[in-house]
């Protein structure tokens, strides 16, 4: 369903029930707008949340109960999360240590009651990239929200080196100008490296940015040699980077000379 983005009034609405209570959750997606993923339990809260965003341009996806929000960020990578922390089904703290283990170039705003000095603390070393406290101004967290896509845009949404490019909203790589069509888990692998702009990536790096994994493991390593060996066969002809092995560092990613 579609609502665009001078009719928030008119937002579909979904019925869900948690412990035997009814709750809506609405849902709004318009062409051409920048997703938001809104994860905030606040009835109040959220239908202004979501009124006020479609009003600036954005489109919507709330939810309410954190596991739902979960699904929602899989199925479909929001341009930015917007989270509250006390959630019915979970803490906020687990979500957003999720959402950083799936995909950490998402960012993540929390938005809370929480005022306490460790909560705020907490939130900005586990991920997130701001902490507002309720209650708030709109224009205020309008003017966050901004900010932070105009930084993920400015610095994920287009990627080259030599004759390949990922075009990073849409997940997408092309190399000599062709579509380049590789599994999700090469794409983020020639991605990680092409954010390092020709440095060296290590092994350590490359274990946290594209399995997720908090700490380098062995069976991880001949993983990652498998790897590097499909993209080197895959960045073929005239123009196309050299992937390096670097002993004892790691890779890179380079311009062949």
Not at 16 to 42: C, H, P, Q, T
Not at 145 to 172: F, K, Q, V, Y
Request: charged fraction near 30%.
């Amino acid at each position: 369903m579609t609502v665009w983005a001078d009719s928030p009034r008119n937002l579909p609405e979904y019925m869900f029930s948690l412990a035997g209570i009814v709750l809506k959750a609405k849902v709004a997606y318009g062409r051409g707008m920048k997703d938001i993923l809104l994860v905030e339990d606040d009835k109040n809260v959220g239908e202004s949340l979501v009124d006020g965003l479609i009003q600036a341009g954005y489109a919507v996806n709330w939810h309410i109960i954190g596991g739902k929000a979960l699904k929602a960020f899989r199925e479909n990578r929001p341009a930015l999360v917007v989270l509250d922390l006390g959630l019915p089904d979970m803490d906020g703290f687990q979500i957003l240590e999720t959402f950083q283990q799936e995909d950490a170039q998402v960012p993540v705003m929390i938005l809370s009651a929480r005022s306490e000095v460790d909560s705020r603390v907490q939130g900005l070393e586990n991920g997130a990239v701001d902490y507002l406290v309720k209650p708030f101004a709109f224009p205020e967290l309008l003017a966050r929200i901004r900010l932070r896509l105009r930084g993920a845009l400015s610095a994920d949404a287009d990627l080259s080196l030599g004759t390949l490019h990922a075009d990073c909203l849409r997940r997408e790589l092309r190399l000599h100008g062709d579509l380049l069509e590789v599994p999700p888990r090469e794409y983020d692998f020639l991605v990680c490296l092409l954010r390092a702009k020709g440095q060296a990536v290590s092994r350590e790096q490359i274990a946290r940015d594209v399995w997720k994994s908090p700490q380098r493991m062995s069976s991880l390593d001949n993983l990652i040699d498998v790897y590097v060996s499909r993209l080197r066969e895959r960045l073929q002809g005239e123009g196309a980077p050299v992937l390096r092995t670097l002993r004892g560092v790691g890779y890179r990613l380079e311009e062949k000379r």
